[in-house]
């Protein structure tokens, strides 16, 4: 979808829909009061008569106003002023996304950005609408064309503002192309998203973007390395491992890179541990994690921010067969670190540590891991909410502030060392699971063993990546979060 802005007066705008909203006890936006003034007062009248809601969410589409050059207006609701914020603004914005998805619509005028709340701007208001419209305007089509009669998403959104609004819509339509990404490569089918295919897909982003570059390390290369604990995962599968290293190089040669790693496990059985059969259809999104790295890399190159950035994707399959790795084995990490395996659905932990090490060669500023990692996380979060985990308070402010700045948010879980022994082993340097209580923070305890010389973080995306059990597919975060966080660093 193309996002643009346009500065006529609202009643002239040629368009399939104009877009505005209202809120309890609020006034009326500047672009209402002309639509209200050029229509002989029908939406001052639709409000009295409450034909118009105001309540959060709320859509409808109003036909045939007098005076507009535009066939239809759609009025949405964002609930009680004194409780607008940035939350419940993002909440209704897309809502009027998906009214407008859902309908025989090619464009669309919006002004919902005109309502003002809090101590927002304009050109946070702006971008936080057009990345609505653009995120809820997403369909998947590669495995299931659109029918003929079905309506076809938006091609075109333009949004009522002038040039000084022009930074805001270029960082939304980044941002957008960042979530489709991510969102694209989630909801594929594990038979198409192998390891593999995501390395080609690495392949196009490098051939896409200036100043990018791509290595790709084969299986031969990784035994090399001594990545016995990625190797080992991807043991039991016919489709081999791929370590993939995408770097952007925005800013001096001797600026200190971001990197981020991404879990890649294209489908996760459990391997010997095997999942059960009513979970198992859902783990094409166990590698949600590499696909929201990817998608923040993408958005960081199409906006050309200045700084350095390394992506690191542990690409494998977690398959049982003959030779699969077993519970009761002991690997040897890439760090030189042993590791029982206790459960082999545990395995996330096991290729991230060894891309942990691998990335150790960049010589990060900061190192943050991305992973669909527990189910523990959902337990604790829901799917609201990223779990953070650092070893670096400023680190992890920085995430959460950029999270909470883009309607991406984490929620920081604590790194206590008294959590580190329930990794203990008698056989081996750690174990790889820490027993039911407390899953995701013995997790993130598991992941912080190889990253003790960085300022690090991770993020567990179990919940938020996508919902357990809907039809709704990938949710393409953290891409919001990481690209804030990128942007914020770009100054």
């Known amino acids: 979808m193309k996002l643009a802005l346009e500065d006529r007066a609202i009643h002239a705008i040629q368009s399939d829909c104009l877009v505005i909203g209202f809120t309890e006890g609020g006034a009326m936006t500047p672009s209402a009061r002309h639509i209200d003034a050029v229509s002989g007062g029908t939406i001052g009248r639709l409000l009295e008569s409450r034909d118009i809601q105001t309540a959060i969410g709320k859509t409808q589409f109003l036909h045939g106003l007098p005076g507009l050059a535009a066939s239809r207006v759609l009025v949405v609701g964002f ?8 939350p419940r603004f993002d909440r209704a914005c897309l809502a009027a996304g998906r009214a407008l998805r859902d309908h025989p619509l090619g464009s669309c005028h919006v002004c919902l950005h005109e309502l003002e709340f809090g101590a927002t701007e304009p050109g946070q208001r702006l971008r936080q609408a057009a990345l609505a419209i653009h995120r809820a305007n997403y369909l998947y089509t590669v495995t299931k064309p659109l029918k003929e009669d079905s309506p076809v998403p938006l091609a075109a959104a333009t949004f009522q503002g002038g040039a000084s609004l022009q930074s805001a819509l270029d960082q939304a339509a980044g941002f957008a192309l960042g979530y489709e990404k991510a969102r694209m490569l989630g909801d594929l089918p594990p038979n198409i998203c192998n390891p593999a295919y995501l390395a080609q897909e690495a392949a196009a982003i490098a051939g896409q973007f200036a100043r990018v570059e791509l290595e790709v390390l084969e299986e031969e290369a990784m035994a090399g390395l001594g990545m016995d604990a990625l190797l080992g995962v991807s043991r039991g599968s016919a489709n081999r491992a791929r370590l993939i290293v995408l770097t952007y190089s925005g800013g001096p040669p001797d600026q200190r890179p971001v990197v981020l790693v991404g879990k890649g496990i294209t489908f996760d059985s459990g391997g010997l541990s095997l999942k059960s059969g009513e979970n198992m259809m859902q783990m094409k999104y166990d590698m949600c994690g590499a696909a929201g790295v990817l ?46 395996v206790l459960n082999t659905d545990a395995e996330g932990r096991l290729v991230l540590c060894d891309a942990l090490t691998y990335s150790e060669r960049f010589r990060p500023d900061v ?42 948010r984490a929620w920081r879980l604590p ?77």
């Open 295 to 340: 998608g923040a890399f993408v958005a960081c190159a199409r906006m050309q921010l200045a700084l350095n950035l390394v992506c690191v994707v542990a690409a494998a399959e977690n398959m049982p067969d003959g030779d699969a790795y077993r519970p009761g084995d002991v690997i040897t990490s890439m760090s030189g670190k042993t590791i029982e």
């Open 79 to 86: 609930g009680k002023q004194d409780k607008l914020d940035l």
């Open 367 to 408: 190192i943050i891991d991305v992973a669909t990692l527990t189910g523990a996380c959902v337990i604790a979060l829901g799917h609201h909410a990223s779990g953070l985990i650092s070893n670096d308070d400023r680190l992890a402010a920085e995430l959460l502030a950029a999270g909470d700045s883009v309607v991406d």
């Open 415 to 491: 790194l206590w060392e008294e959590y580190q022994t329930q990794l203990d082993s008698p056989f081996a340097d750690m174990k790889n699971v820490g027993g039911m209580p407390a899953g995701v923070l013995t997790a993130g305890c598991f992941l912080s063993r190889f990253a003790e010389e960085q300022r690090w973080a991770h993020l567990d995306v179990a919940g938020s990546a996508w919902k357990w059990g809907s039809d709704e597919g990938a949710t393409g975060r953290p891409v919001g979060l990481l690209t804030q966080f990128l942007v914020n660093r770009a100054g």
